[in-house]
């Protein structure tokens, strides 16, 4: 399979522990996004990497999420401290060609925090 | 304030027959537009796209239609199959946006037998 792949699919914690999702893009595109989805909404834009360098990042992620591509392939989205309204799914996109700005999501990771 | 309103929260289509998802944008700098088509519990998966210059883009049974003075577009699935049943987003991107798409609510498509 060579589509985006995230990890964990599920996760649940408690409230105030950290977590930490994995995203492999598609493995020749330089680009990649994470975005987050709550229910009843589309996804919203949360942070975008060109190889390893964070370009942009939403005022929707907090001093309590962090997101790294360290060697410019695989990506990290870790929340500290977690709360209840951190509950939804965490998608991560790549993509090879900014032409156009079509991006290709993976599966999501969901998070439930109790 | 929403700048991708896709105001049809469900839709219900006989098989067979045209299924029509419409949206609507509010930013003129939008220069790039597509649809997501979304299974429960799935990551949203590319449909089709379409560039503000053109005002048609055609995939086999998806067709979109972008009207840049009315500030809308629409899909169009004809025939549409009981496997279309799933969450349609709209998404638009500004220029130099650097894949930000803002999307839109989704619209629920349901295609019955």
């Known amino acids: 399979d060579t589509g985006v792949s995230q990890d964990p699919r599920h996760k649940i914690t408690k409230r105030g522990q950290n977590v930490t999702f994995r995203c492999d893009p598609i493995s020749e595109h330089n680009r990649l996004y994470w975005y987050r989805q709550t229910l009843g909404q589309g996804p919203e834009f949360l942070t975008y990497f060109q190889n390893e360098a964070q370009l942009e990042k939403s005022r929707l992620l907090s001093n309590r999420f962090s997101a790294e591509r360290p060697k410019g392939s695989f990506s990290t989205l870790e929340i500290q401290r977690t709360e209840q309204g951190d509950s939804a799914m965490y998608l991560c996109?790549?993509?090879?060609?900014?032409?156009?700005?079509?991006?290709?999501f993976g599966e999501g990771s969901w998070l439930t925090v109790v | 304030d929403q700048q991708v309103k896709q105001n049809s929260p469900s839709l219900s289509v006989q098989e067979g027959r045209i299924s029509i998802l419409n949206c609507d944008y509010t930013n003129s700098m939008f220069d790039y537009f597509l649809w997501y088509k979304k299974y429960p519990a799935e990551g949203p998966t590319f449909l089709i796209s379409?560039?503000?210059?053109?005002d048609k883009n055609e995939d086999g049974r998806f067709t979109v239609f972008l009207n840049k003075s009315a500030k809308h577009l629409s899909l169009h699935i004809v025939p549409s199959q009981p496997g279309d049943s799933a969450v349609y987003f709209c998404a638009a991107s500004a220029k130099g946006s650097q894949g930000n798409l803002i999307f839109g609510k989704g619209t629920k498509l349901s295609v019955k037998p």
């Open positions: 996109a790549s993509s090879l060609d900014i032409s156009g700005n079509t991006i290709y």
């Open positions: 379409i560039s503000s210059i053109k």
